[in-house]
């Protein structure tokens, strides 16, 4: 009898139908905005960006909740999905920098040429 291979004998799918609370791509750890807001953001919105006008569907947040940003309905607003990925690629670059900066040593002096 041949050994047990994990590709012949995969383990049993999970009984575990869906998480508890969605989980958000751009910072995991941190819940996803509940279904049913984004839906009364939309309606609040009319479906309709906030940035530029055209119809859109993404509801993005003002404050990114990276930076201390509530998924209150006063900091969540709909965009069109050019507008939101826009503003997300802006924001990361903007933390990408902070990150250097933060973690970039002062320079010093050679300690051969003083």
Same mark, same amino acid.
């Given at each position: 009898m041949?050994a ?25 750890g ?6 049913h $807001?984004?839906?009364r953001?939309?309606r609040?919105?009319?479906?309709? +960006?906030?940035?530029? +006008?055209?119809?859109?569907?993404e509801v ?6 990276s ?9 969540l607003?709909? $965009? ?5 990925a826009y503003?997300?690629?802006r ?11 933060h973690l ?5 002096p ?5």
């Amino acid at each position: 009898m041949a050994a047990c291979s994990p590709r012949r004998n995969p383990p049993p799918p999970s009984t575990r139908r869906h998480q508890t609370r969605p989980m958000n791509t751009h910072n995991p750890g941190k819940p996803e905005t509940p279904r049913h $807001l984004r839906a009364r953001i939309r309606r609040r919105d009319h479906d309709t +960006g906030q940035l530029c +006008g055209a119809p859109g569907h993404e509801v993005d947040h003002i404050i990114p909740t990276s930076q201390g940003g509530t998924h209150t309905p006063s900091n969540l607003r709909v $965009l069109c999905r050019s507008c939101h990925a826009y503003k997300t690629t802006r924001e990361t670059q903007a933390g990408k920098t902070r990150k250097s900066r933060h973690l970039r040593l002062p320079t010093e002096p050679h300690p051969g040429l003083t």
